[in-house]
């Protein structure tokens, strides 16, 4: 059964300490998404990386996240330091390829609470 | 940048009846749009998937219609139930192969 792993799934953390999710995609996808939700601003794109290379992360909060993925099996997101302003749900989505007729499969998410 | 409008914003319905969720998008450049639906405190599960050639897709109680040229996404719920209450969303593919996602239809199906 497929499926795009995050971990952890909940995550609460004191201001000003660092937090580093991570996105195991579907084996063979090369396409890998973050998002946040909120409910404020919905589902917003963070960062975007083809075969590992990063296309997009111009949504990304360039002072304190940074998104890697240091293998085709790993995608991390970390956020240093973390502010009460960063608690959401963040998504990670994986996708093969993604032209017309392939899709994006979502993970559970990680809910970050920064107190 | 694409925007994605997504009318109406809830609904309630009693169980049975048929419904229309819409979705609007505003840069026609598109490859394809995907339809999820989201329980609360869940992830997002893919519904339905419509290239951009195609004008309709079906699954089960479900169909989705495309019009790429004027921007319109429709998603149709035949005989609805209790088990169909999450939230809906749509989201485009676009140019950039990035998904933009709508504010979704919040759908209460009531028994």
């Known amino acids: 059964d497929a499926r795009v792993t995050q971990t952890p799934r909940d995550k609460v953390t004191e201001m000003g300490q660092e937090v580093t999710m991570r996105c195991q995609p579907i084996l063979g996808h090369n396409t890998v998404f973050w998002y946040r939700q909120t409910m404020m601003q919905g589902l917003e794109l963070l960062a975007y990386f083809r075969n590992r290379a990063p296309l997009d992360d111009s949504g990304m909060p360039k002072d304190r996240f940074s998104a890697e993925m240091p293998d085709a099996t790993l995608a991390t997101l970390k956020i240093q330091p973390s502010e009460p302003r960063d608690s959401a749900v963040y998504f990670c989505a994986s996708g093969s390829g993604l032209t017309g007729h392939t899709e994006a499969f979502f993970g559970q998410g990680t809910r970050l609470t920064v107190v | 940048k694409q925007e994605v409008t997504q009318i109406p914003a809830a609904l309630s319905v009693p169980e049975g009846e048929n419904l229309v969720l819409n979705c609007s998008f505003t840069?026609?450049?598109?490859?394809?749009l995907q339809w999820f639906r989201q329980d609360p405190g869940k992830g997002l599960t893919s519904l339905l998937l419509i290239q951009s050639s195609q004008r309709e897709q079906t699954s089960g109680r479900l169909n989705a219609s495309l019009d790429k040229s004027s921007g319109r996404s429709t998603l149709y719920i035949a005989a609805s139930q209790p088990g169909d209450s999450a939230t809906y969303l749509c989201a485009p593919l676009g140019s950039a192969r990035q998904l933009t996602f709508g504010s979704g239809t919040q759908l209460t199906v009531l028994p």
């Open positions: 840069d026609s450049a598109i490859y394809n």
